[in-house]
């Protein structure tokens, strides 16, 4: 069974559309990811949930939305997609928070967005 | 803010021999860890090692080891008999243990290790 999964794998759109990308975790986890990694490669954390509750918001610019309807589910609304939104996006969870130096982060195979 | 910075764009080994790759970082906090990811082409985020920063004893898995210089502010990866499957992007990451970014793994720039047979 997959830990971590995320539907779908591969997105290609046009500029302006809506998207949606899915995460869930099989693991009983209580914290779920968001991450962003562009095309150098470099990976930057977006959101974090704990207990379907927001815990980490980094400076993402609001066209983008986390949803957890619940701790096993995170799901990363897109409004308004554009050029520079193409990347591939991460999910990952972990147990606890806060977490523990044993509690690794799991990570999903990754969504990669494409905007046209 | 941490930073975390990888100096290796790309290293190459050949097959059964050593290879480090280096990573430093700057944070004023005094209690955090380190990890190290691998990436390989099929893009999955794969962890390979963590310390501990209240720990002086280096981390060691198998084939691969850090070397911890907590003074320095630096964090190693040494892999030891490289193997064909070692080849892909390693990324170095640094987590506070508490505070304001509690939980928050900031990545360098990744290094591509290409392993020759």
């Known amino acids: 069974d997959t830990a971590v999964s995320q539907t779908p794998k591969y997105l290609v759109t046009q500029m302006g559309n809506d998207k949606s990308i899915k995460c869930e975790q099989n693991l009983g986890h209580d914290t779920m990811y968001w991450y962003k990694q562009d095309s150098k490669k470099f990976l930057k954390i977006m959101f974090s949930y704990n207990n379907k509750e927001l815990i980490i918001n980094e400076t993402v610019p609001n066209r983008f939305s986390p949803k957890s309807p619940d701790k096993a589910h995170l799901n990363l609304h897109i409004n308004s997609l554009e050029l520079g939104d193409s990347a591939v996006y991460f999910c990952?969870?972990?147990?606890?928070?806060?977490?523990?130096?044993?509690?690794?982060?799991?990570f999903g195979p990754g969504t990669r967005l494409t905007v046209t | 803010a941490q930073t975390v910075t990888q100096s290796q764009p790309e290293m190459s080994v050949q097959e059964a021999e050593t290879v480090t790759l280096s990573c430093t970082y700057d944070t004023s906090e005094s209690d955090y860890y380190l990890f190290w990811y691998k990436q390989p082409p099929s893009r999955q985020m794969i962890l390979v090692i963590r310390q501990e920063a209240y720990k002086q004893q280096n981390a060691t898995e198998n084939r691969f080891s850090v070397n911890f210089q907590k003074a320095a502010k630096s964090f190693s990866l040494k892999i030891s008999d490289s193997q064909l499957g070692d080849a892909a992007m390693y990324f170095c990451a640094y987590r506070n243990a508490g505070g304001t970014s509690y939980g928050k793994l900031t990545f360098g720039q990744g290094t591509i290790l290409t392993v020759h047979p």
């Open positions: 990952a969870s972990s147990q606890d928070w806060p977490p523990g130096v044993g509690d690794e982060q799991y």
